[in-house]
T-cell receptor
Framework: AQSVSQHNHHVILSEAASLELGCNYSYGGTVNLFWYVQYPGQHLQLLLKYFSGDPLVKGIKGFEAEFIKSKFSFNLRKPSVQWSDTAEYFCAVNFNQAGTALIFGKGTTLSVSS | KAGVTQTPRYLIKTRGQQVTLSCSPISGHRSVSWYQQTPGQGLQFLFEYFSETQRNKGNFPGRFSGRQFSNSRSEMNVSTLELGDSALYLC???????????FGSGTRLTVV
């Protein structure tokens, strides 16, 4: 069955530190890839998405992600985090053979201290 | 433009009852999906509708059902509620199938 793995359950960083959150998926075919963020008390918001083309995609709020097909990975990065980036981050994959469903990772909680 | 609207925001039901949750997608969006979010299982796909047709269904029992109306609004129904159905139910809409989804704030269902 298709699955999505997020390696880190909880990440704690200081402001200005660099961030990289890992995401791997199980399927080797065509996929659409997403990162969503859920700020405390708010709904899920789309950070960025990858469908095709340049494997390095840029999203909102200075986030970017790199698709590495050979590693089935779609890691999220930010060069310098801010206290306001404290949130839960979800990687999601649309495995095209599974229709339109998004399969989510378990999420990574990011805590940024000022 | 207005986002995805889910009603009600909170709901408390008793075991054995049934419940209907409503979702109004972003205007023009024809694809609506439903997800269940719990602390233990995370976000799990329930089903997806496109132009009033269920296009995909997740691994949930038949007690969970849904439908979509001609105006793209969607409802999901859970019958014979169990304690384990307590969760945040999220609706998401998309302009096209497989495109990025916009999520609503969810309906928090508590079964007692």
């Amino acid at each position: 069955a298709q699955s999505v793995s997020q390696h880190n359950h909880h990440v704690i960083l200081s402001e200005a530190a660099s961030l990289e959150l890992g995401c791997n998926y199980s399927y080797g075919g065509t996929v659409n890839l997403f990162w969503y963020v859920q700020y405390p008390g708010q709904h899920l918001q789309l950070l960025l998405k990858y469908f095709s083309g340049d494997p390095l995609v840029k999203g909102i709020k200075g986030f970017e992600a790199e698709f590495i097909k050979s590693k089935f990975s779609f890691n999220l990065r930010k060069p310098s985090v801010q206290w306001s980036d404290t949130a839960e981050y979800f990687c999601a994959v649309n495995f095209n053979q599974a229709g339109t469903a998004l399969i989510f990772g378990k999420g990574t909680t990011l805590s940024v201290s000022s | 433009k207005a986002g995805v609207t889910q009603t009600p925001r909170y709901l408390i039901k008793t075991r054995g009852q049934q419940v209907t949750l409503s979702c109004s997608p972003i205007s023009g969006h024809r694809s609506v999906s439903w997800y269940q979010q719990t602390p233990g299982q995370g976000l799990q796909f329930l089903f997806e509708y496109f132009s009033e047709t269920q296009r995909n269904k997740g691994n949930f029992p038949g007690r969970f059902s849904g439908r979509q109306f001609s105006n793209s609004r969607s409802e999901m129904n859970v019958s014979t509620l169990e304690l384990g159905d307590s969760a945040l139910y999220l609706c998401a809409s998309s302009l096209m199938q497989g495109d990025g989804y916009t999520f609503g704030s969810g309906t928090r269902l508590t079964v007692v």
